[in-house]
């Protein structure tokens, strides 16, 4: 952080600001890996479903950057590879891990929030995908816009 900190500042401030997204452009990522899903206030990046044998339940996973300058949230997500998607956020209450459904998940202008395994994640009833390949998912935001990402599939060990 340190190092950024002082390359931006021997960069034009506007090169500087151009320069963080271009260095993380997509363009060699590896097959699996899904480019980012920019919309005007959200950035959505490292998008996957945590396909489990049996037609279990599916967990997805990314981070959304608020990129915007208004605080906003999540307030939903639909698929048409899922029966219901959820927002969902686990807990571990004593040692017991539980989940329970949240109306929507806040993420500060500026902020970024990780929808991970054992925190805020997405859960895809009766999943309809294939590990290795890409379901669009559309989340809805708290300011009336929405996001396309494309997820992709994983198995169970998020491989
Ligand atoms: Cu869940």
Redesign the pocket.
């Known amino acids: 952080m340190k190092t950024l900190l002082k390359l931006a500042l021997l960069l034009p401030t506007t090169a500087a600001v151009q320069a963080a997204p271009a260095a993380k452009a997509p363009a060699k990522a590896p097959p699996v890996k899904t480019g980012p899903a920019i919309q005007a206030s959200v950035m959505v990046t490292d998008a996957w479903f945590r396909a489990l044998p049996g037609g279990l339940?599916a967990?997805g996973y990314f981070t959304l950057k608020n990129i915007g300058t208004r605080d906003i949230a999540v307030t939903g997500a639909k698929s048409d590879a899922c029966g219901m998607l959820?927002l969902?956020?686990?807990s571990d209450k004593g040692g017991m891990s539980s989940?329970?459904?949240v109306s929507k998940v806040e993420v500060p202008a500026g902020g970024s929030v990780a929808f991970a395994p054992a925190g805020f994640?997405?859960?895809c009833d009766t999943p309809k995908m294939k590990i290795g390949a890409k379901v669009p998912v559309v989340l809805t935001l708290s300011d009336g816009t929405s996001v396309a990402v494309q997820f992709v599939v994983r198995n169970a060990k998020g491989k």
Do not use: F, N, R, W
């Open positions: 339940p967990g959820m969902h956020q686990s989940m329970a459904m994640h997405l859960m």
